[in-house]
């Protein structure tokens, strides 16, 4: 048997955050992780052709939080980066969210104001009080015709389900502009690390109070450990209950990478550019030589197909699966001193910066008692 104070079940964004606050509070923290490496999905490195490269697609930070900014600007430098995404409609290329360019160039209107843009969407849309799912969502603010060319197919080989198969926050959560700002945030902090956010993560997990046991299954270890204080939890929450027999198996969605390196400086003009119909199989292509303007003769793709099987990157949200999930929770919370943390293990789709907030968040909750005698939030 071995002592801990902190257990912690992964090592991406929740369970390095919640490793390097309760170290800093003085705590013995153990994380194990079941993949070769820390920093979970933000996981990058530098590819063949000596380009930093995100394993698990890319991961671009943004946020209004000014708590969340400052606290990862503790752990490395960050420089400025307003991604853009472009798609491939009707043999187009056309910017998203959805903006003037999008509407002037697939229909060949003149927009010129923010005024005549708003006409065009109530001229085009159909209106839904509520909408009850995400096709309804849609249609509520872009009308059919952009439905049909940049949303209902996309939506598809995302989810594998139509929009009206899904929540409507899921399509809700996409902007559509009335104005020519062709960001894909509009946040007030929006960066990307320097050297990556692997190094921002060994920094977060470099003290001695933190142990990382790397290629280490917490099912095959939990009986291991005992007399832990608190346990953190950020893996799927059906998995942690062994996928109980009267509790049904939550859906995820999994993504396929395919890589390819090229021997040419540059493929697409852009870091990432969507393909929303139903020509290709793929969703989008990422170049990551893009991202920092980074320099090399040769260059490498990245193909995102959305599977079903492998690892599960996103909970598929629709009335079934949270009710299944309801019931899940139901037994999280019967448990003393066990806590679920982060996208996977809330069953629910968290942004970066949420991520982290949800995490110090949980730990203030957790310690603000101690905190009056350590102010563990200045300290790293």
Request: net charge negative; proline share 4%; hydrophobic share 30%.
């Amino acid at each position: 048997m071995k002592n801990t104070d902190i257990l912690i079940v992964g090592a991406g964004i929740s369970g390095a955050t919640l490793a390097e606050r309760y170290a800093n509070l003085g705590k013995k923290v153990v994380v194990v992780e079941k993949r070769n490496h820390i920093a979970g999905n933000c996981y990058d490195y530098y590819d063949e052709n000596g380009i930093l490269t995100s394993k698990y697609g890319a991961h671009l930070f943004h946020t209004n939080e000014k708590e969340v900014w400052e606290y990862v600007n503790r752990f490395g430098e960050w420089y400025p980066w307003e991604h853009r995404v472009v798609a491939r409609v009707d043999d187009k290329t056309v910017p998203i969210p959805v903006n003037i360019t999008t509407v002037n160039t697939l229909f060949g209107t003149d927009i010129q104001t923010e005024e005549e843009m708003t006409g065009w969407l109530d001229a085009n849309k159909i209106e839904f009080e509520k909408p009850a799912n995400g096709e309804e969502a849609v249609l509520n603010r872009v009308g059919p015709v952009l439905y049909e060319k940049m949303f209902k197919h996309y939506t598809k080989k995302q989810w594998d389900k139509y929009p009206a198969e899904l929540h409507a926050s899921v399509l809700e959560r996409i902007p559509v502009r009335t104005n020519y700002d062709d960001r894909y945030f509009s946040d007030e902090f929006q960066a990307l690390p320097k050297g990556g956010y692997t190094k921002i993560f060994e920094k977060m997990l470099n003290h001695p109070n933190i142990t990382v046991l790397l290629n280490t299954d917490y099912f095959d270890v939990k009986d291991q450990y005992t007399g832990y204080e608190k346990l953190f939890y950020t893996g799927p929450v059906d998995r942690f209950f062994e996928f109980k027999t009267e509790l049904e198996k939550l859906e995820y969605r999994s993504i396929n990478f395919v890589t390819e390196h090229l021997d040419q400086e540059y493929y697409q003009e852009n870091s990432v550019v969507n393909y929303p119909g139903e020509e290709v199989d793929f969703t989008r292509i990422v170049e990551y030589k893009h991202f920092g303007n980074q320099k090399s003769d040769k260059t490498s793709i990245v193909k995102e197909y959305t599977v079903d099987e492998g690892e599960p990157y996103y909970p598929v949200p629709n009335e079934k699966n949270q009710s299944i999930y309801e019931k899940y929770k139901e037994e999280a919370d019967k448990l003393t001193n066990i806590y679920f943390v982060g996208r996977l293990a809330n069953y629910k789709y968290f942004n970066m910066d949420q991520a982290f907030k949800n995490a110090l968040d949980l730990f203030s909750s957790l310690e603000t008692p101690n905190l009056k005698h350590h102010d563990a939030r200045t300290t790293v």
